[in-house]
C-alpha cells in the first residue's frame, strides 16, 4: 500500500514539470511552428540562475525567482529576434541553430560553474508524511503545487484572455488572423516568452531535488519530446495527458524494475508512437 502512494505522490511530481516543458515546447510549435531544441536548455539555466540568485547570492526566494524567470525570458525573446527569426523559413535552419544554442549553453554553464554538479538550496527544508505512509520533501509538493497553479493560469490565459484568442487565431490560420487586424509577430513574442517563463520556473523550482547540472537539458529534452509525440503536435490537452502518462509510468517502472529502465521509457513511448499512431491520442493544431 505504502509503495501505491508513493508512486501517486511522486508520479504527480514528474508529470507536473513535464506538463510545464511540454506545454511551453508545444505553445511555440503550435502557434510559430518552431521545434526549439534549446527548450530545455532554458530549464537548465533557470536551475543554475536560481542557485545564483537564492544560494550564491542569498536573495530572498520572491526576488530569486522573480530575477531567474524575467532572465529566462528575455534571454529566450533575444533568441528567436537574433538567432530563431532570421532562419525561420527553413526548418532544418531552425534545428541546427537551437540545438547549437543549447550546446553553447551548456558549455557555457561549464565555463563559468564547472562541470560539478550544483546543490540547490531547499525552498522548504522539511518533510511531510502523507496519509500517514509516504514520506515525502515538502520541495516536491511545492513543486506541485506551483505547476499546478501556472497550468490552471495558462489555461484561462489561452481560453479566457483577448491576447490567448489571438494566439488562437495565429495558432490556427496565420493569413486569416493577419486579415483581422492580429500582429502576429507580437503573438510569436508572447508565446516564446511565456514558454520561456515556464521553463525557468520548472528549472527553479526542481533544482532543490536535483541539483543544477549543465548535462540536464539532454535527457530532459527526449522526455519533453516523448510527451509531445505522445500527446500530438500541438494539442495543448494531449500534452497534459501524455505528460501524466509518462511521469507515471517513469515512476511505476523506476519503482518495479529500476531507475535505469525508467529512464529510457520516452524512447520506447516515441518509436511506438511514430510506428502506430504518429498523430498521437489527441493529435490537431490548437482549436479555438
Not at 547549437?100 to 527544508?125: H, K, T
Not at 511531510?128 to 499546478?148: C, E, K, N
Not at 519530446?225 to 517502472?253: D, K, R
Amino acid at each position: 500500500m505504502n509503495i501505491f502512494l508513493e508512486i501517486i505522490v511522486y508520479g504527480a511530481v514528474q508529470s507536473s514539470i513535464y506538463a510545464l516543458l511540454a506545454m511551453g515546447f508545444c505553445l511555440i510549435f503550435g502557434v510559430a511552428n518552431i521545434v526549439n531544441l534549446a527548450h530545455t536548455a532554458l530549464y537548465m539555466i533557470g536551475a543554475y540562475l536560481i542557485y545564483t540568485f537564492f544560494s550564491v547570492l542569498q536573495l530572498n526566494l520572491a526576488m530569486a525567482i522573480l530575477l531567474s524567470v524575467v532572465s529566462v525570458a528575455l534571454l529566450a525573446t533575444g533568441m528567436y529576434r537574433f538567432c530563431i527569426r532570421p532562419v525561420m523559413v527553413s526548418e532544418w535552419s531552425v534545428l541546427m541553430i537551437t540545438i547549437s544554442l543549447a550546446m553553447f549553453f551548456q558549455q557555457l554553464m561549464i565555463f563559468v560553474y564547472g562541470p560539478a554538479d550544483r546543490n540547490v538550496e531547499g525552498f522548504i527544508g522539511k518533510k511531510l508524511t502523507l496519509f500517514g505512509a509516504v514520506d515525502i520533501d515538502a520541495q516536491r509538493l511545492l513543486t506541485l503545487g506551483v505547476s499546478l497553479v501556472l497550468l490552471v493560469l495558462l489555461w484561462l490565459f489561452i481560453y479566457r484572455t483577448r491576447m490567448g484568442k489571438a494566439i488562437l487565431a495565429v495558432a490556427q490560420d496565420r493569413e486569416a488572423a493577419l486579415f483581422m487586424g492580429i500582429n502576429s509577430e507580437r503573438v510569436y513574442l508572447t508565446v516564446i516568452a511565456i514558454s520561456a517563463v515556464l521553463a525557468a520556473v520548472a528549472g527553479a523550482f526542481i533544482a532543490p531535488t536535483i541539483g543544477a547540472r549543465p548535462e540536464m537539458w539532454a535527457p530532459t529534452l527526449g522526455k519533453i519530446f516523448a510527451v509531445v509525440v505522445l500527446g500530438g503536435i500541438g494539442s495543448l490537452e494531449g500534452t497534459i495527458l501524455a505528460a501524466l502518462l509518462i511521469g507515471y509510468l517513469e515512476v511505476v517502472i523506476s519503482f518495479s524494475i529500476s531507475s535505469y529502465f525508467g529512464e529510457i521509457v520516452s524512447v520506447v513511448v516515441i518509436l511506438l508512437m511514430l510506428s502506430f499512431r504518429p498523430s498521437g491520442l489527441l493529435g490537431k493544431r490548437i482549436e479555438a
